[in-house]
């Protein structure tokens, strides 16, 4: 039998997948219905145990990890899974899928990762949204179920776990000197996120969270600010350049975290989310605008919605008001909290990126 133990002392028992160990994050859910293997790659969910709502996962197996011509994963988020656990109410035994060469549990027993199956998802859920988010531990005996010293993963600076260590450049097709470039601070940057801008034809200067700028001789059009994982307060590095950057009137635009980084950049807040937004079928609706867009998302926290002047908010969360975007008056300055380049999932923010790339071409 094994156990997930919240730290409230409530517990769910279930039966154990993957690997068989001890492990212990702070416990959030997604709602998606399908992409678990990006979900447990994605860098940004470093640090947690990931509860997916929909009760059947695992039904289409996991991809192959090979790599593309770039040398990143050509199926996954990023080269590793970055959850800490995984909570189901069904595991699927058996898989079905044309591009699957590993089962769910085999491929989590590889990167040594452990998963609990048949608990009540939906009553840990509910109990989160009440509560929020709490710090868990998933134990195979009752012995090693202890929640006392589990640390809360948020104190730690995860973003610099996840990101590059060195400057890594990416050519697009038929790159040339002509070729529009950013400089892409990576927090824990999808991959995604890098073919979204390849095959719009932008060369991609990859970077540690902390790279200085002035320190460097690259050459780029604007700078972009990942997604990743964590307290955006902790990013000070992060946010130095961004602020030199701006008051240069280089054009910036930030994903996710990126978004709570140029709000701190700026002067403005962040704050916790009770139990956060994850899944697919988050609706945003654009400030002054009856336009609604569906969006992906996985974030722990959000903007304030005090902004300096000459800021505004962008985009809001129909189901709770937070601020999902910010952009300064002047257009040079954007960014939005969900994830324009989602997949699996909706496809309505993909314009943003055309949009971006298309005021770099202008430059």
């Known amino acids: 039998m094994t156990l997930l133990t919240l730290q409230d002392g409530t517990v769910f028992e279930g039966e154990s997948f993957g690997a068989v160990v001890d492990s212990d994050g702070e416990v959030v859910f997604n709602t998606g219905m399908v992409g678990y293997p ?27 990890g090979e790599l593309n011509a770039w040398g990143f994963a050509k199926n996954f988020e990023s080269e590793a899974v970055h959850v800490r656990g995984v909570v189901v109410s069904q595991l699927s035994d058996d898989h079905s899928h044309q591009a699957a060469v590993s089962s769910l549990s085999n491929w989590l027993e590889h990167h040594k990762i452990p998963g609990i199956t048949g608990i009540d998802t939906r009553a840990l859920t509910k109990k989160l949204r009440e509560h929020g988010v709490m710090l868990g531990r998933i134990s195979q005996s009752h012995s090693s179920a202890n929640t006392a010293a589990i640390e809360d993963p948020n104190i730690r600076n995860l973003v610099a776990e996840v990101s590059c260590t060195a400057v890594r450049t990416y050519e697009p097709n038929g790159a040339d000197d002509a070729t529009p470039t950013i400089a892409a601070f990576d927090c824990g940057m999808k991959n995604n996120i890098i073919r979204s801008f390849l095959k719009r034809g932008v060369r ?14 690259l050459k780029y059009d604007a700078v972009f600010v990942s997604n990743g994982p964590g307290d955006p307060k902790q990013c000070k590095e992060t946010i ?11 054009t910036t635009f930030g994903i996710c975290l990126g978004n709570q980084l140029l709000a701190l950049a700026i002067g403005g807040d962040t704050y916790k989310l009770k139990y956060g937004h994850r899944g ?12 609604c867009i ?38 040079k300055f954007f960014a939005v909290q969900f994830h324009p380049e989602a997949s699996p999932g909706p496809e309505d923010a993909n314009v943003l990126f055309d949009d971006f790339v298309a005021m770099l071409q202008s430059v």
């Open 204 to 217: 991609v200067h990859r970077l540690p969270w902390d790279y200085d700028l002035d320190a460097s001789d």
């Open 280 to 291: 697919a079928n988050q609706p945003c609706i654009e400030e002054g605008t009856d336009t």
């Open 294 to 331: 569906i969006t992906s998302q996985n974030h722990g926290f959000a903007v304030a919605d005090e902004l300096p002047v000459g800021w505004k908010p962008w985009y809001r969360n129909a189901n709770d008001q937070t601020v999902e975007g910010i952009r300064h008056d002047s257009g």
């Open 38 to 64: 990006e979900s447990l790659t994605d860098p940004s969910y470093r640090g947690q145990i990931l509860t997916f709502t929909y009760p059947l996962i695992g039904n289409y197996g996991v991809p192959s």
């Open 240 to 250: 130095a350049q961004i602020q030199k950057s701006m008051e240069k009137g280089i």
